[in-house]
């Protein structure tokens, strides 16, 4: 049986898989969270920010990873609105445009917000640390227009922003290595404070910056959107995310446990 | 001439940005300006070095009918129907552009989903990977073992109806303490290796970015 058990068939594991995602989407349960300090912390400084303050949000995630960034940019984006704040919305990932642009109209729509007033979206250009370099010196010379191509000239709410000194905090929502880059160029070289948002795989790597202070705050995957969500009292889809992640790491921990079990077992009686 | 040229160029530049870093006067900051946006100019050139790539690979599978090849025609298929439609070409009077409704048609009904499926993949191999492989076998994979089921309880709000506050301060504390230093060892030795790299392409003694040999 022990035997049954450690060759189990992997089609069997799939099925329990897709059984613990779909269950709670037909099902919906809420799970009390604690919200823990890197996510407190990002919601304090935004939530301390003077009405007419800018912040940007970089956007880069692609269409493989969007599920656990887009709930943090939603539920960021509401508090920024709910408290003035304008919002920038750049990406150095160029299949980043069309999700940028959706959640942000989505937000915009639920809060009223107007676009060039309270909220623009830059787009992408190409060159990923040229891009950071240059907007420290000017955002104009990079994005001389916004993904519509209207000239930031004629767009109300860049009159008075030149660089990142009128940015009060950069938010970098990554599903990859561009938070680096963003402390590297961003914040050493022009004293930009920066927060992110990052896909469960890469949060173990946000760790040293976050003890340095060279990020101030950090969402960690589902779960940082999730606390992000209860903070703002706006639950969506980090919770729902959250609740699904829940049951498939408690399936994880238990085929790993029967599978040490199986494997003790089967050992001892070779013994 | 062929080596020389490239040499020369990579050293004055190299030089120059790192004697820019630590001078603030006016005409320092001026060339510094002036060759990142050079930078900038040359970052398009990667994307269009990358499509000719991609061309050129596919092109030699479906010309050999190597294994699978037919997948190296729908590759050219995407490609051109993403171009067409994604291209704002006023000029020969093509309506489409990003903002067509057919672009984003297509990139939010075929591109998005199908990305997040090929990545949603990894859980089901995750888990199934796990139950095979993670076996207390040794005293190190027993350490890994046992790190990644407290890690795993912490990141989820479950862990904390089951074990309370002890599982997210058992997380906190191994991505504080052991986590951290690991991290800080390896961005330590990836930034002494990539100056000590930098140096050796600034004066020359790298040059396998000019396509190998001497």
Not at chain 1, 36 to 48: C, G, H, S
């Amino acid at each position: 049986m022990f035997e049954k058990l450690m060759n189990i068939d992997r089609r069997i594991v799939f099925t329990l898989v897709a059984l613990v995602v779909i269950i709670p989407m037909l099902a919906p349960f809420s799970i009390p969270l604690t919200v823990a300090e890197p996510t407190q912390n990002l919601y304090d400084y935004i939530d301390a920010l003077p009405p007419g303050s800018t912040i940007m949000i970089s956007f880069d995630y692609g269409p493989s990873s969007f599920v656990e960034p887009e709930p943090m940019a939603e539920a960021v984006m509401k508090h920024c609105f709910d408290k003035e704040v304008n919002v920038i919305g750049i990406t150095l990932e160029i299949q980043a445009v069309p999700l940028a642009d959706k959640v942000m109209q989505r937000v915009a729509v639920e809060k009223g917000a107007v676009y060039g007033e309270d909220y623009v979206l830059l787009g992408y250009r190409p060159g990923d640390t040229f891009v950071i370099l240059g907007m420290g010196a000017e955002i104009a010379s990079v994005f001389d227009s916004d993904y519509l191509e209207k000239p930031i000239t004629e767009i109300p709410m860049l009159q008075n922003i030149t660089n990142y000194d009128q940015i009060s905090l950069l938010l970098v929502l990554a599903a990859g290595s561009t938070v680096e880059d963003w402390i590297t160029y961003g914040h050493t070289k022009f004293d930009l404070q920066i927060a992110a948002g990052v896909t469960g795989v890469i949060v173990s790597q946000m760790y040293p910056y976050l003890q340095t202070k060279q990020l101030i705050g950090l969402m960690p995957g589902f779960r940082g959107a999730a606390e992000y969500e209860k903070l703002i009292d706006a639950f969506g889809s980090g919770t729902k995310g959250i609740n699904t992640a829940s049951l498939v790491h408690l399936l994880v921990i238990g085929l790993v446990v029967i599978g040490n079990i199986a494997f003790f077992v089967q050992r001892r009686r070779e013994e | 001439m062929k080596q020389q040229v490239p040499l020369v160029l990579c050293f004055l530049f190299g030089i120059v940005m790192i004697l820019t870093e630590f001078s603030p006067h006016a005409a320092s900051q001026a060339t510094y300006k002036e060759i990142a946006n050079w930078g900038r100019v040359i970052s398009p050139f990667v994307l269009a070095l990358a499509v000719i790539t991609l061309i050129q690979t596919h092109w030699a599978r479906i010309q050999r009918r190597t294994e699978h090849w037919q997948y190296s025609v729908v590759v050219f298929f995407g490609m051109i129907l993403m171009v067409v439609v994604g291209t704002p070409l006023v000029i020969v009077g093509s309506p489409f552009g990003p903002q067509h409704p057919a672009f984003q048609w297509l990139f939010n009904n075929v591109q998005v989903p199908m990305d997040a499926t090929m990545f949603s993949l990894l859980a089901f191999f995750i888990a199934s990977a796990a139950y095979r492989a993670f076996r207390a076998r040794t005293f190190e994979a027993t350490l890994l073992l046992v790190t990644a089921v407290i890690v795993m309880l912490g990141n989820v709000p479950i862990g904390d109806i089951i074990w309370g506050d002890t599982a997210s301060n058992a997380r906190q504390w191994i991505l504080d303490n052991p986590n951290l230093s690991a991290r800080r060892g390896i961005i330590l030795g990836i930034s002494l290796g990539a100056i000590s790299q930098s140096i050796r392409i600034i004066l020359g003694i790298e040059r396998s970015y000019l396509g190998g040999g001497d």
